[in-house]
């Protein structure tokens, strides 16, 4: 079975610390994602990686950054975590193609207070 | 922009009642997926449906891809309390990443 792997499922920070959120995947899928989710506002796209050290922007990126040093591994950085971050952060891998099915991970819901 | 409309966006029904949950767009997917998320956990695929007009079951869920590849729909038959959660949709188009729709969010009460 595949697996997603997040660091935390839950993770409280103050306003302006620096906030790290690793994801692993253990099934050589090239690409991985950063989604968060919102009540009313369902799932949206912070940043996506085709391979490693690639990057692209999704829909949200601003106060996000992402690394992919390792092909497993997919992290999400917020330089100086706000008020409006607070959210459920997940993590996603699928294959090349971009229809093919994602494999999200549980899940990080981050308070930032 | 693609955009995925599910409806309807909240449902709370009895147990042993049938429903139908609604996945609409304006766009032509190559593929759509639905997913089923419980509390506090990620998204789980449930199915992909790939052909206009395919439908597939999955024992008491029936998926349905419409004829032109714009829209689905979900029936569950005999709904249970095991069957509560979020039903995400997602459309496949070319080499950009999966359109999520923003869910429905159903209620099985015993």
């Known amino acids: 079975d595949v697996k997603v792997t997040q660091s935390s499922r839950y993770l409280v920070k103050r306003t302006g610390e620096k906030v790290f959120l690793e994801c692993v995947q253990d099934?050589?899928?090239?690409?991985m994602f950063w989604y968060r989710q919102d009540p009313g506002l369902g799932l949206r796209l912070i940043y996506f990686?085709?391979?490693?050290?690639?990057?692209e922007k999704g829909d949200i990126p601003e106060g996000y950054s992402v690394s992919r040093e390792k092909k497993e591994r997919f992290s999400l950085i917020l330089e100086s975590a706000s008020t409006n971050q607070t959210s459920m952060y997940l993590c996603?891998?699928?294959?090349?193609?971009?229809?093919?099915?994602?494999?999200f991970g549980p899940g990080t819901r981050l308070t930032v207070t | 922009t693609q955009l995925l409309e599910q409806s309807p966006q909240f449902l709370s029904i009895q147990e042993g009642e049938n429903l139908t949950v609604y996945c609409n767009s304006s766009?032509?997917?190559?593929?759509l997926q639905w997913y089923r998320q419980e509390p506090g956990e990620g998204p789980v695929l449930l199915v992909t449906?790939?052909?206009?007009?395919e439908v597939k079951k999955l024992k008491r869920l029936t998926f349905q891809f419409g004829d032109a590849r714009k829209d689905s729909s979900l029936h569950i038959t005999a709904a249970q309390p095991g069957d509560t959660g979020l039903y995400l949709c997602?459309?496949?188009?070319?080499?950009?990443?999966?359109?999520f729709g923003k869910g429905t969010r159903l209620s099985v009460i015993a």
């Open positions: 766009s032509v997917f190559s593929s």
């Open positions: 997602a459309g496949a188009a070319g080499n950009t990443p999966l359109v």
């Open positions: 990686s085709y391979d490693v050290k690639m990057k």
């Open positions: 099934m050589d899928h090239e690409n």
């Open positions: 449906v790939v052909t206009g007009g």
């Open positions: 996603a891998s699928s294959f090349p193609d971009q229809g093919y099915e994602q494999y």
